[in-house]
């Protein structure tokens, strides 16, 4: 028997529809009825969706357009979905062929690599008054922020998959051993080490979980905001810089982490440790704090340690603050997958194209895509939803295709009706809406990229890893093999080799405005 978790009714599963939607929430009676009835038929149109496996549930299907969960949004949506997968590295292939869907879907942005220049040479169409006519609940909905990163010369070109919270990662404590140290939560640079000092005392093997390249270790260096990554740049005088050009509090986050390694409240391999050593460590209840996506981290983390661990208790707490009062990580592009409407659909079909995206931002089309088809995926007992938890690599990959790559144009920050379906992800919810929502370093970043960054590749960052010339002296330094006082030389060298050059770029871009990307937390 599957296993099922349940939750109360709450006002959010009411369904809503569109003018002109007939039944259909998901349930048999939807799967009969259908959603926007309309009186001359359905829209048909070939859309694409953009993957990075090749072994997902929708390849293993032998007819997409006939696959039971496309048929019902069919229905639901008064459209015929003729329906694609495509992988992201042969769009490049997709385009040299001229096999261009009426909907592409891509994980780029207008001007990005992926999008191989199409968008500049008006393969698709601007979709501003269209969306005003046909989709305002979706125009309405969708923040400004993820309109701009769809946008090209002015014009919205994509809708979006969104973030309405950029603020992805946390801070993760194991607030057992936090108890038995007799400390509070920490709240500054100062108290994060103290805790640590404990944890040590404790006999706890790592008190911070560190692994290489700083990924997912970054805590201090967000603390004084100097993130070395390719969205971090910040205005120095009349320049456009990277953080990292913050002299004073480089140096300080140096010292930091230099003072985490010399007490032992990091591994002394930090520098060599890979990700998959970071989560068994973590996993094996060996680390007392860590950096993670709060998302799935805190769900798997708790089961994870429990299992080794029955007195374990994790939790995500706000992240320490430096002098400025900052704190958390970097924020993430407010799109997460765009799909972009070829410029030979003809006036009639774009409008039930964007009709279709404007439906994916009703009740009804959350509980169809979060919890499914009643009676198959749940059912309601009094009021309360039992859903059926998938418990298998399959039914897991079903559920993700449902409700991850059918659900267009939505909010991706989470799936908040799965999410309250048990305790573990409402205190995910809240974690987002009480702290990750109020912590995170913006700043500037340029799409498409910087074109400097393709000739010096030492000196390119990437989303959350910093240039190799930063971090290896990072590392030496923490390791006392060069004196932290030593930062403005590093500073120097990275403008010999080339950094001039991207400084140049990116100032002249700023003031240009030119596929300036503003990095912000608009809950702050």
């Known amino acids: 028997m599957k296993k099922t978790i349940g939750v109360v009714m709450a006002s959010v599963l009411a369904v809503g529809s569109l003018a002109g939607c007939a039944g259909g929430s998901g349930t048999k009676e939807g799967d009969k009825a259908g959603g926007q009835a309309a009186a001359t038929g359905p829209t048909k149109f070939s859309i694409s969706f953009p993957t990075t496996t090749g072994d997902g ?48 879907g891509s994980l780029d942005t207008p001007t990005g690599k992926d999008m191989a220049g199409s968008v500049e040479a008006g393969v698709f169409q601007p979709l501003d008054e269209a969306l005003k006519q046909y989709a305002p609940n979706l125009l309405k909905k969708v923040p400004k922020s993820a309109w701009d990163a769809v946008s090209y010369k002015g014009k919205i070109y994509g809708i979006p998959d969104y973030l309405t919270n950029p603020s992805r990662r946390g801070t993760f404590i194991r607030t057992d051993l936090l108890e038995k140290t007799g400390l509070p939560v920490p709240k500054t640079v100062d108290d994060f080490i103290n805790v640590m000092r404990a944890f040590k005392k404790l006999g706890v093997e790592n ?19 100097v993130l070395p990554y390719k969205d971090q740049f910040e205005k120095q005088g009349d320049q456009i810089v990277p953080k990292f050009f913050d002299v004073e509090n480089m140096q300080k986050a140096l010292q930091a982490y230099k003072t985490m390694y010399d007490e032992g409240l990091i591994p002394k391999d930090f520098a060599t440790i890979s990700s998959t050593d970071y989560s068994k460590n973590i996993n094996a209840g060996k ?16 089961t994870n340690i429990k299992a080794v661990d029955p007195s374990a208790k994790v939790d995500v ?6 002098p400025e009062g900052k704190g958390g990580y970097f924020l993430y592009s407010p799109m997460v997958r765009a799909f972009y ?5 003809d006036q009639a079909k774009l409008a039930g194209i964007l009709k279709f995206f404007d439906w994916m931002t009703t009740d009804e089309a959350a509980k169809f895509f979060s919890l499914g088809v009643e009676g198959e995926n749940y059912t309601v007992d009094n009021g309360k939803i039992n859903y059926k938890v998938p418990t298998n690599k399959d039914e897991s990959g079903e559920e993700g295709w449902r409700a991850g790559t059918l659900w267009v144009g939505q909010d991706a920050t989470y799936n908040k009706l799965h999410l309250q379906l048990n305790q573990d992800g409402q205190d995910t919810l809240k974690a987002f809406d009480t702290i990750l929502s109020t912590e995170g370093l913006g ?4 799409a498409p990229d910087l074109k400097a960054f393709s000739k010096y590749p030492d000196l390119t960052p990437l989303g959350d890893v910093g240039p190799k010339l930063i971090v290896d002296h990072m590392v030496k330094m923490i390791y006392g093999k060069e004196p932290i006082s030593d930062w403005p030389k590093v500073i120097e060298e990275y ?17 240009n405005k030119d ?3 503003t990095f912000t937390n608009q809950k702050q």
């Open 57 to 104: 549930y929708g390849q293993k299907q032998p007819d997409l357009k006939n696959e039971k969960w496309v048929q019902r949004l069919n229905k639901l949506t008064n459209t015929e979905l003729d329906v694609r997968l495509v992988q992201r590295e042969k769009m490049s292939v997709l385009f040299a062929g001229n096999d261009i869907p009426d909907v592409l």
């Open 515 to 517: 596929g300036l990307v």
């Open 207 to 225: 008190p911070y979980q560190m692994r290489e390249n700083f990924k997912y270790a970054d805590v201090i260096l967000g603390a004084y905001d």
């Open 443 to 446: 700043g500037f970043g340029y």
């Open 341 to 345: 409407i070829n410029k030979s659909v």
């Open 287 to 302: 680390s007392g704090m860590w950096s993670a996506n709060v998302g799935g981290g805190l769900p798997n983390f708790r």
């Open 495 to 511: 403008k010999a080799k080339g950094g001039n050059e991207i400084i140049k770029e990116a100032t002249e871009r700023y003031n």
């Open 317 to 322: 707490i706000a992240s320490p603050k430096g």
